[in-house]
C-alpha cells in the first residue's frame, strides 16, 4: 500500500577528500562521516555503488596553504577536486553518476563562495568567470554532472554557455537553486575546514520566504538547468513540494550536515532510534516531491531500502 518508494539509486552520497592527509579524518559533528584520503574516497565510493546508490558528489579539501582569495586549486587539474574527479571516474566509469561542487568557497581563503570585490562584498559577475573555468577543469576530470553551488545570480546559464563552447554539451548541471542561508550546514564547515568568517545571508535565502525560491528556481530552469534542488530538506519539505509542481526537471533534496547531526546526536543519546529516523526522514523528503536525495547516509540507508 505504500504510496511513496525510496530506491538506493535515488539517493546521492556526497563525500569529502582531503589533500595530504595520510589516514581518513573524523569530523566530531558527523559521527561516521569523514574526510577521506584518495584511497578510502576509492574504497567508500565502490561501497557505496555496491549498495546501489545512483550517485556520488564530490567535495574537495585543499591544504590551507593552498587557498587563496580567487580559489584556484578548485580549477587546478592538479587540485585535490579535480584528481578525486579523475580517479573515481576511472574506477566507476559511467554506471554511477559522478557529481561534483562547482563551489569556491573550499578553495578560498575567506571561506566564501564567490570572490570579494574591494569592499568585501561579493562580486557576483566576477565570481561567474570562476565557475565557468572551475565546471571545464570538473568536465575533464571526469565529472558528469557539475553542480553549482554558490548561490551567484547567473550561475547556471553562465555555466551552461561555457561548457558548451568547451565541447561539454552533455554535461549536465544540478543547480542548487533554492538554497537557504542555514544554521544546518555548521558541521559542513567543519568537514570542508572552512574559514569563513560572517555569513553567506547576502547570496543564501531568508527562511522567511517560499515565493523567492519559486523565482530562483523559475530563473535556473530558463538557463538550462537539468536538475534542480532544494537545500536544507527537512525544514523545507513545503519548498520541496513546491518545487516538484513547478519544475519539469527532476528535483534534487539535500539532507545537509545539520540534520545528520541532529538525528545521529539524538540517536547517540538513545532519544530516537537512527534506524527508523533515517527511513522516515528520507521517505518524507522522496514524499514531498524530491526524485533524487543527496544524504550522507546514502549507503547505510540503501541496504534498508533494497527490496
Ligand atoms: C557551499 C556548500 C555548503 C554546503 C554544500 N555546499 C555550505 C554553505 O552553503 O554554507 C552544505 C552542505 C551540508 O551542510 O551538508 N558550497
Not at 574537495?60 to 582569495?69: E, F, L, Q, R, Y
Not at 561542487?101 to 578560498?108: K, S, V
Not at 566576477?126 to 576530470?141: C, I, P, S
Request: a negative charge; hydrophobic letters at 40%.
Amino acid at each position: 500500500m505504500a504510496e511513496t518508494v525510496v530506491q538506493p539509486r535515488h539517493l546521492v552520497l556526497p563525500m569529502f577528500v582531503a589533500d595530504g592527509l595520510d589516514q581518513p579524518h573524523p569530523i566530531s559533528s558527523m559521527p561516521g562521516v569523514q574526510q577521506h584520503t584518495m584511497d578510502t574516497l576509492r574504497s567508500a565510493a565502490e561501497e557505496a555503488v555496491r549498495a546501489g546508490v545512483g550517485g556520488l558528489m564530490i567535495f574537495g579539501v585543499p591544504a590551507d596553504g593552498d587557498k587563496d582569495a580567487c580559489g584556484a586549486q578548485g580549477a587546478d587539474p592538479d587540485g585535490i577536486l579535480n584528481r578525486a574527479l579523475r580517479v573515481l571516474r576511472e574506477d566507476l566509469g559511467d554506471d554511477t553518476v559522478l557529481m561534483a561542487d562547482t563551489c569556491l568557497d573550499e578553495f578560498t581563503d575567506h571561506g566564501h563562495c564567490g570572490v570579494l570585490a574591494d569592499d568585501g562584498t561579493i562580486d557576483n559577475d566576477a565570481t561567474l568567470k570562476h565557475y565557468g573555468t572551475l565546471a571545464v577543469a570538473q568536465a575533464e576530470a571526469g565529472a558528469h554532472v557539475v553542480a553549482p553551488s554558490g548561490m551567484m545570480d547567473g550561475q547556471v546559464g553562465y555555466i551552461r554557455d561555457v561548457l558548451d563552447g568547451a565541447n561539454f554539451h552533455d554535461i549536465s548541471i544540478l543547480a542548487y537553486s533554492a538554497k537557504y542561508s542555514s544554521a544546518l550546514y555548521g558541521p559542513f564547515r567543519e568537514a570542508v575546514g572552512s574559514s569563513l568568517q560572517g555569513t553567506r545571508a547576502s547570496y543564501q535565502q531568508d527562511c522567511s520566504n517560499a515565493r523567492e525560491s519559486s523565482r530562483e528556481v523559475a530563473l535556473d530552469l530558463a538557463e538550462g538547468a537539468d536538475m534542480v534542488m532544494v537545500k536544507p530538506a527537512m525544514m523545507y519539505l513545503d519548498i520541496i513540494r513546491q518545487t516538484s509542481e513547478q519544475s519539469d526537471v527532476p528535483v534534487a533534496a539535500y539532507q545537509v550536515s545539520g540534520e545528520y547531526a541532529m538525528i545521529s546526536a539524538a540517536a547517540q543519546r538513545g532519544w530516537v532510534d537512527l534506524d527508523r529516523a533515517i527511513v522516515e526522514s528520507l521517505t518524507s523528503i522522496k514524499r514531498a516531491g524530491a526524485d533524487i536525495v543527496l544524504t550522507y547516509w546514502a549507503t547505510y540507508a540503501a541496504s534498508m531500502f533494497r527490496s
